[in-house]
């Protein structure tokens, strides 16, 4: 049976033009294979085929205009899929069910509680904040014991939950409360035990830290100027070192490994555990803080700097809970997506208790929690300082944390108490203990770590009568020893074994410490704490005795570092561990295998003229991404990231294509559901749709550019995003990105200061190439036209993701629509391409005077037409360079200088820039949509005269015409610029300036646009 493929609805669109039959005749296709692309001037989408069958006939050719319903192709097929159009989809009808019976159920129980309403007594209000019946209150407490004993704490909290409800449907105002008592979450009888030796890992844990210490105190005994931290890593070292006894599992062949954000400057631990190890050695503590010979040990986390170790970037406070969040959800989307196996990994990120300040410390933790996240561990380490002082010297930031995380969904364990409190709680009867707990702020609980057992007597135990005869019987020292949840390992422990087997939510451990443990007078608990990076002899013994180090006076007045025999009980216990535990951490290994780039042809169609048709550099983006989503290599491997402007870009196609990754798929059937492009969510879905969350986007594409270490899987990030809102907006995760090696584009659309024309000020960018050149691994261009875009795309492929180089890209895409011509035929064309600068056209019919003009993204075109009229107007001659990249020929330019003044004996090289321009006539003018410091660039190369034009100053909305000539980078300005700077080379008489000013209506006493 022959069925007719007619062109389904797409939206808002009409006369819609074909640009691809993807089909031929006699061609056996499958339901959902796509048919042919047609393209708006807006968006390209593909029509895929509702039927199975044989392609029959063609109706549509390319260039075609068609609309819905229009006739596409006739197929012959065996079973004709009947229409569906009018079923209700399974889910929906579930749905609809669902709603009308809740709708039963409420008007149920409208009209019992209406009925109840009626017979309603007055109630008299009991008011009192005190407890005003005793005895009902110790029934209702009894009542609840008997629950707990009987049927356990669930029950207890079903019961609890319920009468909440009640009360609340009676009109009781029951505050919020987001805070549970100051107290440990888990209570002694649920702790889980560790099974690890603790008198020996106390013994490491010693080591470890003394190592540490010495490390810093040596860098800084040679040169003061190197700085580091001793403090942090000390109210930690449990914390961490529980994890890699027990926890952390490491990357093998065998298990892709747990991944660890360490807290940036804690980083002198992990060093003298791997010290331990034996990964490093002392000559390489050593180095701490003296990299620029190989070898040394970076200050933090910086695997550009360490790549065979660090693998997570962090010390810029907030960036690495936020990455970690985002890791954890791009693990659950390749598990989704099934490109890596379920292997129940875990992602662990370790924070400062003042780094939770930082907006993105906590602005991405409702994701987390919304994405069911059980796969994050986010450790808090509360030692109740930063830098200058307490972090909540008033209130108390374990509270504060539990109420936020709490409020968001995470499951929140707090560790707060060590055990030797625990006897003290149990005999709390009065509840003043408790109470004290909960009424004692930061400041105070800080203040006492830095004083003695007497103070905390006097001014903790001694704020109630019933706390100071709980204490009685212990002596200052007893109480002194009174630890905080996080120095004690069966705590952490517990909270750790407890956080690794929460199913369904993201776990924060929020652990009490204290800064400097262990450092006594010297750095304590006190204010100062984490800028000490010396310690005198005396702290030092005093450090040494505290942990009991095996060392000597004379060795502790060395500050020699301390490693056991390799055969010693200690080595052997640590190394038994980690191979248990799969291997060492931190780690940065890479078994990716490269993505073959796709053939040329895939990009031949963008190298041939659009003849009339005028497109923008983002839709021929679009186009080209369209097509390789038909290469076999790249299609599963490419993560298209955008923060909610999906449509502004016309990339609204890849919603029913590849579908939006959903954990929980389409619970909804979306209202556009009958469209082409309709919003298909989907748990396999490949588009990342961040909303409106620039930074949550860049984050994702961090994870997704640096999975050739983390997952062992190469892929490919495309980060499209409103070029303003890019490196200005998230330039710190840039740096970030950059440090990680991560691989993979970033595309600043709508870009240039004149090319968006009605946004204005806020969203117009006419800098952000010169941000991303600061950038060291970051390859940047300005295309003007589809092919160069094509030739820097495959490269950009090429480079990073089959040859595995460390390098990613930024490319500012437009949205002006414009004709775009053929790739010259010239051989060097796409070499210059690549380089950065190519002859593009040339005036040459009067021989007489010429000018070089060079000029990148859509400002190549109004130099173009400036040149012509030149030409025509003026009878002058020019040669017309596309720059794609004024990034690139400067660092080619500077990379040449440095070589001629290091061999001065030798003859000089020759910059690219030099290369094209040296031999050329005329002075140079060049122009961009960005500042003048952007073309400025390479003025050192050139030994000619050099003029710019830009868009220096505050961008505003108008028309692209106004713009331009506010910002004088139109073709009337290029034409009178050009004319001026051939006087005053003395090329050409004044006055051809002078006419073109009147001409064109120039107004030379208007200010500079900086001024306006
Ligand atoms: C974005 C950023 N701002 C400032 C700093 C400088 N800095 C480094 S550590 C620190 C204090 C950290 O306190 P906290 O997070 O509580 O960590 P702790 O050392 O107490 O564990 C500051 C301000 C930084 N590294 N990053
Ligand atoms: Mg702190």
């Not at 009991?126 to 009894?142: C, F, R």
């Not at 060590?418 to 203040?447: F, I, R």
């Not at 946004?759 to 960018?765: I, S």
Request: aromatic share 10%.
């Amino acid at each position: 049976m022959t069925e007719k493929l007619l062109v389904p609805d797409i939206g808002d669109f009409e006369n819609v033009e074909v640009i691809e039959i993807l089909v031929e005749k006699g061609q056996q296709i499958e339901k959902n294979d796509p048919v042919v692309t047609i393209e708006s001037d807006k968006s390209s989408v593909e029509i895929p085929s509702s039927l199975s069958g044989k392609v029959e006939s063609i109706s549509v050719k390319v260039g075609d205009k068609v609309s819905k319903g229009d006739f596409l192709l006739s197929i012959s097929s065996p079973n004709p899929i009947s229409s569906s159009s009018n079923d209700v989809p399974k889910n929906t009808e579930n749905l609809i069910q669902e709603a009308e019976s809740s709708l039963k159920k409420n008007s149920e129980q409208k009209i019992t509680s209406e009925k109840v309403e009626k017979e309603k007594p007055e109630i008299i209000q009991v008011v009192g904040n005190g407890d005003i019946d005793p005895l009902e209150t110790s029934e209702w407490l009894e009542s609840l014991s008997d629950v707990i004993q009987k049927d356990g704490n669930e029950r207890a909290h079903y019961l609890i939950k319920e009468l909440i409800n009640k009360a609340y449907m009676k009109g009781a105002n029951i505050p919020y409360t987001q805070n549970t008592p100051y107290i440990n979450t888990i209570p002694v009888s649920e702790e889980k035990k560790s099974n690890g030796d603790q008198n020996i890992e106390r013994r490491i844990r010693s080591l470890i830290r003394w190592n540490a210490a010495a490390m810093v105190v040596r860098a800084n005994k040679k040169f003061p100027e190197l700085g580091g931290h001793i403090g942090t890593f000390a109210s930690a070292a449990t914390l961490y070192d529980v994890g890699m006894n027990h926890f952390w599992r490491a990357k093998n062949n065998k298990f892709g490994g747990d991944l660890v954000y360490f807290q940036g400057h804690s980083a002198p631990g992990m060093y003298a555990r791997a010290f331990l190890e034996g990964r490093l050695n002392e000559k390489q503590l050593d180095s701490f803080r003296q990299e620029v010979n190989p070898g040394g040990l970076s200050s933090y986390p910086h695997p550009w700097l360490m790549p065979k170790f660090w693998q997570f970037p962090t010390v810029s406070m907030g960036l690495g809970p936020m990455l970690a969040i985002y890791q954890a959800r791009y693990m659950k989307y390749l598990i989704n997506r099934g490109l890596i196996k379920d292997e129940g990994r875990k992602v662990w990120a370790f924070l400062g208790d003042g780094e939770m300040d930082e907006p993105e410390s906590l602005g991405a933790i409702g994701l987390a929690a919304r994405e069911n996240l059980d796969n994050l561990i986010f450790v808090v380490n509360c030692n109740l300082q930063r830098l200058d002082g307490p972090v909540r010297g008033n209130g108390k930031i374990i509270q504060e944390l539990e109420g936020i995380f709490r409020g968001a969904g995470w499951n929140v364990i707090k560790v707060i108490w060590g055990s030797y409190w625990d006897p003290l709680l149990a005999n709390d009867k009065t509840g003043h203990l408790v109470k004290t707990m909960n009424e004692t702020v930061d400041g105070e609980y800080q203040a006492m770590k830095a004083r003695d057992g007497a103070y905390v007597r006097e001014k903790f135990f001694g704020k109630y009568t019933e706390t100071k005869d709980l204490v009685s019987s212990l002596s200052d020292k007893d109480i002194w020893r009174l630890n905080r949840g996080g120095h004690d390992p069966h705590k952490v422990f517990a909270a750790y074994d407890k956080a690794s087997k929460n199913i369904g939510s993201p776990t924060v451990v929020i652990a009490k410490t204290i800064k400097g443990y262990g450092m006594g007078k010297s750095g304590e608990s006190v204010n100062t704490t984490h800028q000490t990076k010396k310690l005198d002899i005396d702290d030092l013994m005093y450090y040494r005795d505290r942990f009991d180090v095996p060392l000597t006076d004379q060795q502790v007045k060395n500050i020699e570092y301390y490693k056991p025999d390799q055969n010693s009980p200690e080595i052997k216990y640590l190394k038994e561990k980690r191979i248990k535990l799969g291997g060492f951490i931190p780690e940065r290994t890479s078994y990716a295998k490269p993505i073959k780039a796709p053939p040329k042809d895939i990009f031949d169609n963008m190298k041939e003229s659009t003849g009339k048709k005028e497109m923008s550099t983002t839709m021929a983006l679009v186009r080209m991404l369209t097509n390789l989503l038909r290469d076999k290599n790249v299609a599963p491997r490419m993560v298209p990231i955008i923060p909610d402007e999906a449509r502004t870009f016309g990339m609204e196609g890849f919603f029913q294509k590849i579908g939006i990754y959903a954990h929980e798929g389409q619970k909804y059937e979306p209202e556009d559901s009958a469209q082409l492009s309709s919003y298909k969510e989907e748990k396999s879905g490949q588009v990342l749709e961040e909303g409106i969350n620039e930074a949550g986007a860049m984050s994702s594409w961090i994870a997704a550019g640096t999975s050739y270490t983390n997952h062992d899987i190469e892929m490919i990030p495309i980060y499209l995003f409103y070029s303003m809102f890019g490196f200005q907006r998230i330039g710190d995760f840039a740096w970030a990105g950059a440090d990680s090696q991560s691989r993979g584009f970033l595309i600043g659309a709508t870009a240039g200061r004149t090319t968006l024309a009605g946004e204005g000020l806020q969203h117009q960018d006419g800098h952000s190439h010169l941000i991303a050149s600061t950038i060291p691994n970051c390859v940047s261009y300005d295309p003007t036209f589809h092919y160069e875009l094509a030739v820097i795309f495959r490269e950009g492929l090429r480079r990073m993701h089959e040859k595995k180089e460390n390098v990613f890209y930024y490319i500012t895409t437009m949205n002006e629509n414009y004709p775009h011509p053929a790739i010259p035929k010239d051989k060097t064309c796409e070499e210059g391409i690549l380089k950065g600068m190519y002859k593009i056209k040339e005036f040459s019919k009067y021989k007489k005077t010429k000018i070089q003009f060079l000029g990148s993204g859509t400002i190549l075109r109004e130099m173009m037409a400036g040149a012509e009229i030149l030409q025509k107007e003026y009878q002058i001659d020019s040669e017309i360079w596309s720059v794609t990249s004024f990034n690139e020929l400067r660092r080619d330019g500077l990379e040449v200088e440095r070589y001629n003044l290091l061999n001065p004996d030798k003859e000089p090289k020759k910059s690219y820039v030099e290369k094209c321009l040296g031999k050329t006539e005329g002075p140079i003018m060049a122009a961009s949509d960005y500042m003048r410091m952007n073309s400025d660039q390479i003025r050192p190369y050139v030994n000619k005269s050099f003029y710019s034009l830009g868009t220096d100053g505050f961008g505003r909305s108008d028309t692209r015409k106004n713009l331009r000539n506010f910002f004088e980078v139109d073709k009337e300005h290029i034409v009178t610029y050009g004319l001026s700077v051939l006087a005053k080379e003395q090329l050409i008489a004044s006055k051809y300036a002078k006419e073109a000013i009147k001409k064109y209506k120039i107004d030379i006493n208007k200010p500079m646009p900086t001024k306006l």
